[in-house]
Structures are given as C-alpha cells and as structure tokens.
C-alpha cells in the first residue's frame, strides 16, 4: 500500500481525466518516473499557461499519450519540480493531501503542503 504525506493510505487524485504516470488515476511515486508526478494539484488557468510558455503544454490533447489535455479546475498528478517551480514564478496550485505520495515529503515539509490544501482556497 502505498501512502500520502499524511501516513495514510494514499488516494486517487483523478480519473476523468485519467492522470499518473502509469495512467491509473494516482500519483503514486514510481523509480522508473524520471519526472516524479507525486502532486495531487487542481490546475488553473494561469498555470496552464506559463507551462505552455514554458514548454510544457498540458492544454493541448495528445491521444497517443493517452492525454485529452487540461483544463482549468482538473485534478491531476503535476511533477514535483513543476509544482516547486510554477508556485515560485506565482502560479500556485492546490493539492489534495490525501492524493499526494509520501515522497512530496522529501521535498517539501508537512506544514508547507498545508498551506496550499484546496480545502484552504478562499
């Protein structure tokens, strides 16, 4: 059983669409993921673009990667260092603990993730 950052049993972050790296709707830490997609996070718009500005466009559907593409207010498994460098640059995103795999931890302390719990949007 794998966990979430709060010891417990670690939950599905979104099925529709269908995320994770393995495309089982978890954001379950894997080894062989090079780009750790461990964050359980609810993107928006503002995000969604400064990806895309970035380079890494998640609007845009790609089938052959099983990916219909993102909109504003999906929930899905976003890499670690993406989540760490999209809240930097002020394109923050809410996560869903529960949906988070414990290895955010090594990264990130319990308190920080806290703060950006989507139960604490205003």
């Given at each position: 059983?794998?966990?979430?950052?709060?010891?417990?049993?670690?939950?599905?972050?979104?099925?529709d669409p269908l995320t994770g790296a393995k495309r089982?709707?978890?954001?379950?830490?894997?080894?062989?993921?090079?780009?750790?997609?461990?964050?359980?996070?609810?993107?928006?718009?503002?995000?969604?673009?400064?990806?895309?500005?970035?380079?890494?466009?998640?609007?845009?559907?790609?089938?052959?990667?099983?990916?219909?593409?993102?909109?504003?207010?999906?929930?899905?498994?976003?890499?670690?260092?993406?989540?760490?460098?999209?809240?930097?640059?002020?394109?923050?995103?809410?996560?869903?603990?529960?949906?988070?795999?414990?290895?955010?931890?090594?990264?990130?302390?319990?308190?920080?993730?806290?703060?950006?719990?989507?139960?604490?949007?205003?």
């Amino acid at each position: 059983m794998q966990k979430n950052v709060l010891g417990t049993e670690l939950k599905t972050c979104s099925l529709d669409p269908l995320t994770g790296a393995k495309r089982d709707g978890y954001c379950s830490y894997d080894k062989r993921d090079p780009g750790l997609h461990i964050v359980a996070a609810q993107v928006t718009q503002g995000f969604l673009d400064f990806n895309k500005a970035q380079g890494n466009d998640l609007i845009t559907p790609k089938p052959q990667w099983q990916f219909t593409g993102l909109k504003p207010g999906d929930w899905w498994c976003i890499c670690m260092g993406v989540w760490l460098k999209s809240k930097a640059a002020g394109y923050p995103l809410y996560i869903n603990l529960e949906a988070c795999d414990e290895k955010v931890l090594d990264y990130v302390s319990l308190e920080e993730l806290k703060v950006w719990d989507y139960r604490n949007q205003n």
